[in-house]
């Protein structure tokens, strides 16, 4: 499966942040990241991604993780610019999860998951 867009629910673990990415490898990466993430978690993740030979382009979209009205927007915004991307729904809130099971439901938008 060939992924150019991949969808990311940032997470405190940091393999949720990147596991995604190593098995897609797509050519950019949107984190959905709750509004307080540190600063300089694009820093690490671009440092890493480097490191692992991974091209990828990151885009970070800030949102509160625990309104799923506004996670939904975003997702819009998101899925409005790149439609063909794919939303790895692995880690985040519940609220985030309800939000993407209803985008994904709205735009037939291909989801992945691991444990």
């Known amino acids: ?14 393999l949720e942040n990147v596991l995604g990415v190593e098995i897609f490898r797509p050519q950019h990466v949107v984190y959905i990241c709750p509004e307080k993430t540190p600063k300089n978690v694009k820093a690490q993740l671009k440092r890493y991604f480097s490191h692992r030979g991974i091209p990828a382009s990151l885009e970070f979209q ?12 975003v997702f819009r915004k998101v899925y409005y610019r790149y439609p063909e991307a794919v939303m790895d729904i692995t880690g985040g809130t519940d609220a985030l999860l309800f939000a993407a099971g209803f985008a994904s439901s709205e735009k037939k938008i291909p989801v ?3 444990s």
């Open 112 to 114: 992945v998951t691991y």
């Open 1 to 14: 499966m060939e992924v150019k867009t991949l969808v990311e629910f940032y997470d405190i673990r940091p």
């Open 62 to 73: 800030y949102v509160n993780t625990f309104d799923a009205a506004a996670i939904l927007q």
